[in-house]
């Protein structure tokens, strides 16, 4: 089995602050992080959920109702953790299943891609 544990939850929402008050006032989630991404117009908060880092909470201008786009409101991706990120591609290519080109998080320097469910809805590796 390479999948450790689910990584963490990304969703997209359409009032910032109303879902910040969602998550972490009723909720109960512990905040993290928060940044302003000026030239995305956009938050991006990490929410804690029982001493792990499970949310990101995202805002963008104007987000379209969810047809496919990763980009839309509502849940963004699904991420699941491995420990080796190539060893992980190759089993998915070996069942083919396309996979996009492995990037490096700018804030964590830990390498992710995407690959999509049979129903085309994205989901994330991470390594750990």
């Known amino acids: ?3 450790n544990k689910i990584h963490h939850i990304a969703i997209i929402c359409s009032d910032y602050e109303k879902s910040k008050n969602f ?22 908060l990490d ?17 379209p109702e969810r047809i496919t786009s ?20 190759k089993y998915l290519n070996k069942n083919n299943i396309i996979v996009e080109s492995v990037k490096m998080d700018e804030i964590t320097n830990k390498k ?11 989901l994330e590796i991470c390594e750990k």
């Open 1 to 3: 089995m390479f999948i």
């Open 23 to 44: 998550y972490v006032n009723i909720l109960g989630f512990k905040i993290l992080n928060e940044i302003y991404r000026s030239e995305r117009k956009s938050y991006k």
């Open 47 to 63: 929410l804690e959920i029982a001493g792990e880092y499970q949310i990101e909470l995202f805002s963008f201008p104007s987000p």
């Open 70 to 89: 990763p980009e839309a409101r509502g849940l963004r991706h699904l991420a699941f953790e491995v420990d080796n990120i190539e060893d992980f591609i």
């Open 112 to 122: 992710y891609t995407f690959f999509r469910d049979p129903d085309n809805l994205p």
